[in-house]
């Protein structure tokens, strides 16, 4: 019988193709994140269980992969019949989604205390970055500017625009409580959306104003609850968010409160009005008002008209560590995916939990696959880039493919991707393989060529045919 081959649920395989394409991505957002100052740092794919878990809030937690201590742990303990049947009951319970409390210690027959899981995959680049800031704190020069790419796990249902491995594009400020941060995390979206020629929305809002509101309505214990459900009410809309308030332990009266904030509909400076009634002489309230209001009004004279902003009142964003400014940021080109595409906020006091208070920073995040999506759904990717091969060199024997070897020489180092077929194969053949892999020149140089000092070139694109020299060639593909 034959192994059925594939891969985990949620994770996929990227061809060379596919890999050109990330790669303008990736090298697309990474040169904005240069031009701003960010340096590069890398973190390890795991983290230890307590530096995660905690931290981004019960449903996130949930989400978080756990790893099984390595080697042949599980054989060297020994279990009680009780221990076992305990074991067993939570994971029925639980399934994939159990805490880590609950698994992280067994006791076996002789009563010693053993660890199931002490790591994990990160969930994101985050907190890894404020575990990164404490340890590293004596090498680092405050404000630090930080930009980071690399793949994190989710243990989510997969779906459309939703994967369990991805990769995320992070930039983070950290040692300023100062609002040109948040101004320039919404410059960063403008430029890397115009370089890809996205239109995009960024939806504002601010967790001081979410505070302010909890304490209105008359629920300040119950905030968390407030802001998971909130976030989805564009989603899953009115009548659910107020049913998961009520499961949540919510009275009817704080939620009857909470319905003119969920139905308001205006811009941007109606919404502010309307806050300025809706949370009154509230301290918290005025102050989320007032930073909301200068982000918006200091970045709307510095980005593009391809960039909309506006204040998003039920924008909530669901991690536990915001505390300030937070962002989302959607596609404006119908048809393409309609969930965010890039989403951030303040934080002031994440590397607090680990033993160093009163940091404040703020990032945001680009989801490259979802980028991806967006921009395969409307056609954006450029036909070639600098990633794909741009010369092919047809081999028509053992003395011409001598000779083409010093013409590739001189291509590669005037920074020409170019590769000459290894055999002296059948022309169909050669041209297909040029085809399949959308080589958009091929180079021919026979007996006559060799003699002239001329290369016969193709375009692959038009079907154009002529005679170039190689400095010809050179200046051809540069240009």
């Not at 939990?353 to 703020?362: E, H, N």
Request: hydrophobic share 35%; glycine share 8%; aromatic share 8%.
């Amino acid at each position: 019988m034959a192994i059925q081959i594939n891969t985990p649920k949620g994770t996929r395989d990227f061809s060379p193709a596919e890999m050109v394409r990330r790669n303008y991505i990736f090298d697309t957002v990474k040169s904005v994140f240069k031009k701003y100052g960010y340096q590069p740092i890398e973190t390890p794919a795991m983290e230890n269980s307590e530096t995660l878990m905690g931290k981004y809030g019960e449903e996130g937690d949930r989400l978080i992969f756990k790893i099984l201590n390595s080697g042949d742990f599980l054989k060297r303990i020994t279990l009680s019949d009780e221990d076992i049947h305990a074991l067993v009951d939570t994971l029925k319970k639980r399934g994939e989604r159990y805490k880590h409390s609950d698994l992280s210690e067994v006791k076996s027959s002789n009563g010693v205390a053993t660890e199931i899981s002490e790591k994990a995959l990160r969930y994101d680049l985050t907190v890894p970055f404020a575990r990164y800031v404490v340890q590293h704190r004596n090498e680092i020069t405050f404000p630090f500017k930080r930009y980071q790419v690399q793949p994190v796990w989710r243990a989510d249902r997969p779906q459309k625009g939703r994967y369990r491995e991805f990769y995320q594009c992070d930039i983070d400020v950290i040692g300023s409580d100062s609002l040109l941060n948040e101004v320039e995390m919404v410059q960063v979206v403008d430029e890397v959306f115009s370089k890809l020629n996205v239109p995009v929305t960024v939806k504002i809002n601010n967790r001081k104003l979410l505070a302010a509101i909890a304490e209105v309505i008359g629920a300040p214990d119950a905030f968390v609850d407030i802001t998971v459900a909130l976030d989805k009410l564009d989603k899953i809309g009115e009548e659910k968010v107020c049913n998961e308030l009520r499961e949540r332990g919510i009275s009817n009266a704080p939620i009857e409160k909470l319905l003119p904030l969920m139905r308001f509909q205006g811009n941007t400076a109606e919404k502010l009005e309307f806050l300025k009634t809706y949370l009154g002489s509230n301290e918290t309230g005025q102050k989320g008002i007032a930073e909301v209001s200068e982000v918006l009004g200091t970045a709307q004279q510095l980005i593009s008209n391809k960039t909309v902003l506006e204040l998003d009142l039920t924008l909530a964003r669901g991690l536990n560590y915001y505390t300030g400014a937070i962002f989302e940021v959607r596609s404006n080109i119908d048809g393409t995916l309609s969930s965010s595409i890039s989403g951030g906020g303040r934080y002031d006091d994440l590397t607090g939990i680990f033993g160093m208070p009163d940091v404040s920073g703020v990032g945001i995040s680009f989801g490259a696959d979802r980028i991806y999506d967006v921009l395969q759904e409307a056609d954006l990717f450029p036909e070639f880039t600098s990633d794909s091969t741009q010369v092919f060199f047809v081999n028509f024997g053992e003395k011409e493919a001598a000779y083409c070897l010093g013409l590739c020489k001189q291509l590669r180092e005037a920074g020409i991707n170019t590769e000459l077929y290894p055999e002296s194969a059948k022309m169909k053949k050669q041209m297909t393989y040029a085809n399949n892999n959308q080589i958009p020149f091929v180079a021919m140089v026979g007996t006559q060529e060799m003699e002239a000092g001329t290369i016969g070139l193709k375009n692959m694109v038009t079907g154009e045919q002529s005679s170039v020299s190689v400095s010809e060639l050179i200046q051809l593909i540069k240009g």
